[in-house]
């Protein structure tokens, strides 16, 4: 079961070292999982984003959550915890638009597999797995990329990097802590 009786924390941005290494597995499933995964939610549904690495509130765990549509349309509310992504031998792309909560602003089509899959835990140590088509798939992957240390805009040349972080700079960010004008 999923909830949203978490509070908000404010999203890491692009150049944070949490954001740019591998996260720790974890090897606890207490009530202070749970709160996270709650505050994950929270800190999602307030930034209006689809995907949250653990990172991207400051915490070096591996787990993320998910409020994705898949290719049907069917929308998708998970968390996985110490998740294994798992891709299709044919590597057919998907290029579609991409953004993040932690490169707050631009956005650029990235090229991903259509499908994938990721195995794990749920916050009480039980096995899950989550299947993705389409947005979701995308979703998986990049939420799965963040836990590695990677963002997408590191599978960029480094000119249009350069470009987009710079353009993120000047963006107000988004999520807890964020000013509204």
Avoid at 12 to 33: E, K, Q
Avoid at 38 to 67: E, H, K, T, Y
Avoid at 76 to 100: I, Q, T, Y
Avoid at 108 to 130: F, L, S
């Amino acid at each position: 079961m999923q909830t949203r009786s978490g509070t908000p924390r404010p999203i890491t941005r692009y150049g944070n070292p949490v954001l740019h290494r591998r996260c720790a597995d974890v090897t606890v499933f207490d009530d202070d999982l749970r709160q996270l995964v709650a505050d994950m939610f929270a800190s999602m549904a307030a930034a209006n984003g689809v995907g949250l690495a653990a990172n991207q509130i400051g915490v070096d765990a591996r787990v993320f959550v998910v409020d994705c549509p898949d290719a049907t349309g069917r929308n998708v509310v998970a968390h996985v915890v110490n998740p294994v992504l798992h891709l299709p031998e044919s590597r057919e792309l998907d290029v579609d638009g991409e953004g993040c909560l932690s490169v707050p602003g631009p956005q650029t089509d990235v090229g991903r597999p259509a499908e994938a899959y990721v195995t794990g835990v749920d916050m009480r140590g039980e096995p899950v797995r989550i299947d993705g088509t389409g947005r979701l798939a995308r979703c998986l992957q990049h939420e799965t990329d963040h836990l590695d240390g990677l963002l997408y805009v590191d599978r960029l040349p480094a000119k249009q990097r350069k470009r987009l972080l710079a353009e993120s700079a000047r963006h107000p960010g988004v999520g807890a802590g964020v000013p509204t004008a």
